[in-house]
């Protein structure tokens, strides 16, 4: 499909035009393998000299279908799913990364994936640095090395709702010749498009918004095409240099801009196996079918709590770019005009323990581990998602011991309203 076409019709239409006679709807293709007339077929594809289909560990129908839709609804040029979003991420650093290199981070990131990169990939011989994502470009610029391979980011960060400047990082990461890495999970590409501004590659949990019904575990990588990996060659030999395991192929010379994800697929998702399952990728599908629908429903609702908590004498703070006293709201306005996404943080007077009993008192909104579904959910970062952070680590993560991360769904604004009113007045 044309990617001129609006995010709206991407959302319905992108990613599956079935021919005649074929499925309106996209099918799930519950195959493990594929069948071929002659071992010389068979022979092109194992030698990525022509494409299709041939062991779903690597590709499959359903899931390429769903990936070009997100990359339609990025404005990227390729992409591929994962299992989840931490292997999205994983695989999008790894792919250009290896032992002896080196990745400056904000620090203000999910803390699955701070430990990610400053712990899983410090054991496979990966360093990285991480910084105050609002520091000034030259604070930032000393955290490179000659070996730094790529700058990462959350375009909102998880759980803080902090807002990245990407055009600043893009910037800085450009200077220093490496690809500037979005996650661009809570934003979705319906509020923002991050390689508009910059980016280089972006990152995805599906398994949030895209998917919406909190049914599969999920993630995405999406590629710009636009990052110049042959004038950085020196930085990128996995991409320019011969690759003995495909006969000396060379991934920039033999695929233009689709060499980042050609990669990933010949060689990690080969090698690692993360991939999403086709039944998984249906779902997804069928979420992103009403993601347009969905996000501004949820900015809608997050407002109107978030305006509430402001006025409420229990509440201590109350962090929402889309308030316009948020010390992001500047550039909320920027890179999120309609809107940032459904989750919010606060913290209540009293602190950690007042926050806890709080939860325990909820009725409408859940306790889970999950975020940014169609539910109402709350969690406490510091005692759960983020309990693996020292508190020096959990400030770096901009993640307050107090800080409760509420993600508003899409029911009834007064709804939500008044069970946050009765579990505060218990």
Excluded at 66 to 85: D, F, H, M, Q
Excluded at 210 to 215: K, S
Aim: charged share 20%; net charge negative.
């Amino acid at each position: 499909m044309d990617n001129t076409f609006k995010p709206e019709t991407l959302c319905v239409q992108g990613g599956w035009q079935p021919k005649n006679g074929e499925p309106r709807v996209l099918p799930i293709y519950q195959s493990t393998t594929f069948k071929y007339e002659t071992s010389e077929q068979m022979a092109k594809l194992f030698d990525l000299e022509e494409s299709g289909y041939f062991y779903t560990r690597l590709q499959n129908p359903t899931n390429d279908a769903v990936a070009n839709k997100i990359a339609a609804l990025e404005g990227g040029t390729s992409a591929i799913l994962t299992s989840s979003g931490q292997a999205a991420n994983f695989f999008a650093i790894f792919n250009i990364c290896e032992a002896g290199d080196h990745v400056v981070s904000a620090s203000s990131i999910y803390g699955g994936t701070f430990n990610l990169l400053g712990v899983t990939l410090k054991k496979l011989g990966i360093e990285c640095t991480f910084v105050d994502q609002d520091a000034s470009e030259e604070e930032i610029s000393a955290a490179f090395h000659p070996n730094t391979k790529a700058m990462f980011g959350e375009t909102l960060s998880n759980p803080g709702v902090m807002v990245l400047d990407i055009e600043k990082f893009a910037r800085i990461a450009h200077e220093h010749g490496v690809p500037l890495i979005i996650d661009n999970t809570f934003a979705t590409p319906i509020n923002c498009r991050p390689f508009e501004w910059g980016a280089d590659i972006v990152t995805h949990s599906t398994t949030k918004y895209m998917d919406g019904h909190a049914t599969c575990v999920g993630g995405c990588v999406v590629d710009s095409g636009n990052f110049d990996w042959e004038a950085n060659a020196e930085k990128y030999p996995g991409l320019c240099q011969p690759d003995p395991s495909y006969h000396g192929l060379t991934y920039t010379k033999a695929f233009g801009k689709n060499a980042y994800i050609t990669k990933i697929t010949s060689q990690l998702m080969r090698d690692l196996g993360a991939i999403q399952a086709p039944q998984n990728a249906f779902l997804l599908n069928l979420g992103l079918e009403t993601l347009h629908l969905r996000m501004p429903q949820h900015c809608k609702n997050a407002l109107a709590v978030a305006h509430w908590l402001k006025q409420c004498d229990k509440v201590a703070w109350v962090r929402y770019p889309d308030l316009e006293d948020d010390p992001y709201h500047e550039l909320a306005k920027k890179y999120l005009p309609k809107g940032s996404c459904g989750v919010l943080s606060f913290g209540l007077k009293g602190g950690r323990d007042v926050a806890i009993r709080f939860m325990d008192h909820l009725k409408l909104a859940a306790i889970v581990t999950h975020v940014a579904d169609a539910r109402t959910s709350v969690l406490h970062p510091a005692s759960h998602t983020h309990r693996q952070l020292s508190d020096e680590q959990l400030k770096e993560a901009g993640v307050a011991p107090d800080l409760i991360r509420f993600s508003v769904g899409i029911e009834n604004a007064d709804d939500i309203i008044a069970d946050i009113e009765q579990a505060l007045n218990q």
